[in-house]
């Protein structure tokens, strides 16, 4: 009986025995595909913009354990949320980059 007060897909009848709730198996989904950006998280840490790409990395690593808990919703919101973050850095980097060589080719003597 202390398994039906565990597991809330387990129901108990009048007469004290345990039964399998199928029905709400049956009616989920499969879950949604991950979206975390991972790969896209970890290759902004190239980047020279430490702080942002450092941010996005923790926001997918977030993305990935609410998927695996179970939270579909948080972690599709984190992943995107990971994903503007690593497109930002990504973007500042390139601009970090550009403009050092900028100052650096024009400051030639």
Do not use: W
């Not at 039964?19 to 980047?47: A, K, N, V």
């Amino acid at each position: 009986m202390a398994l039906a007060v565990l597991n809330p897909q387990v129901k108990s009848s009048l007469s004290g025995s345990a039964f399998f709730d199928r029905s709400s198996i049956e009616e989920q989904g499969p879950p949604p595909p991950l979206r975390s950006y991972l790969c896209l998280t970890i290759f902004t840490c190239f980047c020279p913009a430490y702080p942002v790409n450092i941010v996005a990395l923790v926001l997918s690593i977030m993305s990935r354990n609410s998927y695996y808990s179970g939270d579909y919703d948080g972690s599709r919101l984190l992943g995107r949320n990971a994903l503007y973050v690593a497109i930002a850095s990504i973007i500042i980097g390139l601009l970090i980059v550009a403009i050092s060589c900028i100052v650096h080719f024009t400051t030639m003597t």
